[in-house]
Structure formats: structure tokens, C-alpha cells
T-cell receptor, first 114, second 115 residues
Framework: DTGVSQDPRHKITKRGQNVTFRCDPISEHNRLYWYRQTLGQGPEFLTYFQNEAQLEKSRLLSDRFSAERPKGSFSTLEIQRTEQGDSAMYLC????????????FGPGTRLTVT | GDSVTQMEGPVTLSEEAFLTINCTYTATGYPSLFWYVQYPGEGLQLLLKATKADDKGSNKGFEATYRKETTSFHLEKGSVQVSDSAVYFCALSFPFSGSARQLTFGSGTQLTVLP
């Protein structure tokens, strides 16, 4: 397995547009996380899935954000009506009980809202 | 809430110098502690971890000891190399059954090692 992958790696969009990001976790990893990282800061937790169930959401995840993980495989994060403050790196991570829940991170999707 | 505070960077060292990056945390209970490293253009990678007080995590010549009395987890390396240039993040999580176990990160410390 090649690790966690994310697509696209970079996205430039205009304010008000909708964007969707995809994360493919390591196969057999049943836990999946989304984090957001702004310049000069550490990643901040957004939301968590166990299999297909979204079990936890941060208060950072406003109503404009929605995440899904159909069939417990890949996940998508959609941002509606983007704002300039949404510009950040969006990171995905996955983990598995047998590996002591160590989180493996993808390379991230860098979003720029103009 | 839970938080992690790291020494501010950037840190610039000469090759073979001694490295210390300070990390302290605030948490209710006893979290697991981690150091992650982010090389340019790559994803975050786990460098080392400690799950209980007085545990020492080590990897690739880096070490950190979980100090409950000072709520600290400082990262050290005796002799840095140019290839260690990266951003280092201290983080914590709570390994309680049923929880999300999400990571809470510090703001990161940029390390540059000069030849």
C-alpha cells in the first residue's frame, strides 16, 4: 500500500464557489480524520469517521462544510460558498486499531480562495 | 481545553550541533504525547511517541521523555544533520476507548541545519 492519498494537491477557487476534496486512506484502516492547517500553525481537528459513520465534528466545521465516507472507504470534504478564510491546507489521516491507532497522514490539499 | 505549546522558531543550527525543541502541554488527565515531522512537500510523519509518564520515545537519533511533573515532552538530538531540516510538531491525544483519539498539535518549529 502506498499510504494515504489526497486529490487534488492544489486548488485555487474564487470566493463563493464550492470545492470538494478527496481522501483515500490506507486500505483496512477503519478510522479517518480531516484536519485543517493554516500557515504557521499546527493542524486542527475537523472531523472523524469510524468506518462510514461520522462520529465527531469540531466546532471549526461550520455549516458550509460537509464530509462523507460512503461505504467506509474514501472520504470527501466539501466546502460550500468558499470564503477567503477557508484558505488552508486540508489534511487527511487514517488509523487502525492493530497499529495502536497511529495516524498516517496524506500530503494534503492546499486550498487558495481568491 | 487541551493545548500544546512549542518553542517558537525558526531554529537554525550548524551540522552536528545539539538540538532541543521545547514542548509543554495542558490537558485534563494523562494524554499520549507525540512528535511529528513534516519534510518539505511531504505529509506529516510520526517521529516518536510516549504513552505514559517517564516513557522515553526515540527514533532516528531523536529522543523525548514524557515528564508529568513539568507537563513537558522536549525533543532532543545529539548531532543534527542537514537532512533533519523540517518542521517539527508536538502533539497529544487521549487513547480512551470509544474516543476519536484526535491529535491536538502545537504550532510547529521550523528547523534548518546548515552544512
Amino acid at each position: 500500500d502506498t499510504g494515504v492519498s489526497q486529490d487534488p494537491r492544489h486548488k485555487i477557487t474564487k470566493r463563493g464557489q464550492n470545492v470538494t476534496f478527496r481522501c483515500d486512506p490506507i486500505s483496512e484502516h477503519n478510522r479517518l480524520y480531516w484536519y485543517r492547517q493554516t500557515l504557521g500553525q499546527g493542524p486542527e481537528f475537523l472531523t472523524y469517521f469510524q468506518n462510514e459513520a461520522q462520529l465527531e465534528k469540531s466546532r471549526l466545521l461550520s455549516d458550509r462544510f460537509s464530509a462523507e465516507r460512503p461505504k467506509g472507504s474514501f472520504s470527501t470534504l466539501e466546502i460550500q460558498r468558499t470564503e477567503q478564510g477557508d484558505s488552508a491546507m486540508y489534511l487527511c489521516a487514517s488509523s487502525f486499531k492493530r497499529e495502536s491507532y497511529e495516524q498516517y497522514f496524506g500530503p494534503g490539499t492546499r486550498l487558495t480562495v481568491t | 481545553g487541551d493545548s500544546v505549546t512549542q518553542m517558537e522558531g525558526p531554529v537554525t543550527l550548524s551540522e552536528e550541533a545539539f538540538l532541543t525543541i521545547n514542548c509543554t502541554y495542558t490537558a485534563t488527565g494523562y494524554p499520549s504525547l507525540f512528535w511529528y515531522v513534516q519534510y518539505p512537500g511531504e505529509g506529516l510523519q510520526l517521529l516518536l511517541k510516549a504513552t505514559k509518564a517517564d516513557d522515553k520515545g526515540s527514533n532516528k537519533g531523536f529522543e523525548a521523555t514524557y515528564r508529568k511533573e513539568t507537563t513537558s515532552f522536549h525533543l532532543e538530538k545529539g548531532s543534527v544533520q542537514v537532512s533533519d531540516s523540517a518542521v517539527y510538531f508536538c502533539a497529544l491525544s487521549f487513547p480512551f476507548s470509544g474516543s476519536a483519539r484526535q491529535l491536538t498539535f502545537g504550532s510547529g518549529t521550523q528547523l534548518t541545519v546548515l552544512p
